[in-house]
């Protein structure tokens, strides 16, 4: 089996906006901590990894079912048959291991063996996370196909992303996670929506009822805009609200609230939904450059 099937199963670019809410979650925790760095690499690793066996998983449903016979844009590797169902399914339950043996160690490093009762909590989320990441679309009902994705990734990538990694670095929660949360959580549900968007007749003809499906293409436009503007409002929330040295810097931020509004227009005014395939990577890497602006300015390791 050739490496390179692998590379393009594993989807390398969707681990920007993965890793941008760990990042999110350690920059506003520097805000007033020192950050463990071992509780932050372990955080990265994980979080990875979950990606990783979410596109996997996704490969192996989408496949099982045939949603990917009439996708455009990026191959799929058991539709195409370069992997079979049977050693992607392998490579799921592998992922599934790798991400709960880091998630034990990224406890470890974080609560030591004394707070037994945080650890518990934590790994109950972690479990929680490797499930939301297999059963997106596979499983009897995979919540992918009846438009609940949205709702979980703004729970995963948002609220369990970025307020999970800044409370196993502090102990502690504070009000400034939540346009933390908005910023990463809309992102990648706009991440979600635009990939709906380009999905949408194959999606409609597997059967797939994702949010666009359901409520139509004009109605997703809207709600992409929305998503980018709320988004963009949080993060000018932290401009204003944050009081540091370095607080000028965050108006660096500005190069990449630019790249999401000329995002938002193209989304607006496309006419073919595979045009939209090239603006996937830009939310990501826009997502990722914000969370580490943020790191830039109240990093303080």
């Known amino acids: 089996m050739k490496i390179k099937f692998w590379i393009k199963a594993f989807r390398l670019r969707t681990l920007p906006l993965s890793v941008s809410c760990i990042l ?57 048959g370069f992997i079979s169902k049977k050693q992607m399914l392998f490579a799921v339950v592998i992922f599934g291991i790798l991400s709960f043996l880091s998630g034990v160690v990224l406890l470890y490093f974080s609560f030591g063996l004394n707070q037994l009762s945080n650890s518990v909590i934590f790994l109950f989320l972690g479990l929680l996370a490797i499930w939301g990441a297999i059963k997106y679309t596979m499983g009897k009902i995979p919540y992918g196909y009846i438009g ?64 666009v499906v359901k409520r139509g293409l004009k109605w997703a436009k809207v709600y ?51 045009q939209l395939d090239s603006e996937l990577k830009k939310i990501a890497l826009s997502t990722f450059l914000i969370a580490l602006i943020l790191v830039i300015t109240f990093g303080y390791f």
């Open 24 to 80: 999110m979650g350690c920059a506003l925790a520097s805000i007033d901590y020192r950050v463990d760095l071992r509780v932050v690499l372990f955080s990265l690793i994980t979080t990875i990894l979950l990606q990783i066996l979410s596109n996997l998983a996704n490969d192996y449903g989408d496949g099982v079912r045939g949603t990917d016979k009439a996708r455009k844009g990026e191959q799929r590797m058991v539709q195409s």
């Open 224 to 274: 992409h805009v929305l998503l980018l503007a709320i988004a963009m409002l949080s993060y000018l929330s932290l401009y204003v609200y944050t009081n540091n040295t370095n607080n000028h810097i965050l108006l660096i931020g500005l190069l990449p609230m630019l790249i999401l509004l000329t995002n938002a227009k193209k989304v607006i005014l496309s006419t073919e939904n595979s």
């Open 148 to 211: 609940l994705g949205d709702v979980f990734v703004f729970i995963f990538f948002g609220i369990v992303g970025v307020c999970g990694s800044y409370f196993l670095l502090t102990k502690d929660l504070d009000l400034t996670v939540i346009p933390g949360v908005l910023i990463c959580g809309c992102l990648s549900v706009g991440v979600l929506n635009m990939n709906n968007i380009r999905d949408y007749d194959s999606d409609k003809i597997a059967g797939k009822r994702t949010v």
